[in-house]
């Protein structure tokens, strides 16, 4: 299966889901979308807008490939999980996101070789990246620093931010 999460920005990421419901048909596998609070209703694919996050880190760690924003919680745990990724960032050009980091994000992700990340650019990418990930081998699990190193960062700034 594969897992399609959009996060949970109030913006919505309605350019995803539409190119996910138009492809749908050609991909080989069934796909479940996570659709936060885009207001597009998908006619090809099964979703939901929230599920409990324990749920939602499930279908992360057991998908065969999950689609997604270029959001750091997501990537980490993917690479945690060893889940191949495929990224399409939001962008504040479409209305997304406030500035363009998740490209930023992406462009650093697609520089590093081996990873089982890939980077759609654009919504017309999305296809070939999400066939390209699905015939990938999956890679194994990899122990995550990133997120102790996060949480070891805001407990530190909380901590000397305090009064």
């Known amino acids: 299966m594969i897992f399609v999460t959009v ?4 913006r919505g990421f309605n350019r995803l889901l539409s190119k996910i419901d138009e492809i749908a048909p050609r991909v080989p596998t069934d796909i479940l979308i996570q659709r936060g609070y885009s207001s597009f209703s998908p006619e090809h694919v099964p979703f939901f807008d929230f599920v409990p996050m324990e749920r939602a880190m499930e279908y992360l760690r057991t998908s065969e490939l999950v689609v997604s924003h270029a959001g750091i919680g997501t990537i980490i745990l993917c690479k945690e999980y060893g889940t191949p990724l495929v990224i399409l960032p939001r962008r504040k050009k479409y209305g997304e996101h406030m500035n363009d980091h998740q490209l930023e994000i992406a462009e650093a992700l697609q520089k590093r070789k081996g990873e ?8 017309e990418e999305l296809e070939d990246k999400i066939l390209e990930a699905l015939n990938s081998k999956k890679p194994s699990p990899t122990p995550s620093t990133g997120r102790i190193n996060l949480i070891r960062t805001i ?7 305090a009064p």
């Open 7 to 10: 996060g949970n920005d109030y």
């Open 116 to 123: 089982n990340i890939y980077v759609a650019k654009g919504e």
């Open 155 to 161: 407990r530190e700034f909380v901590e000397t931010s």
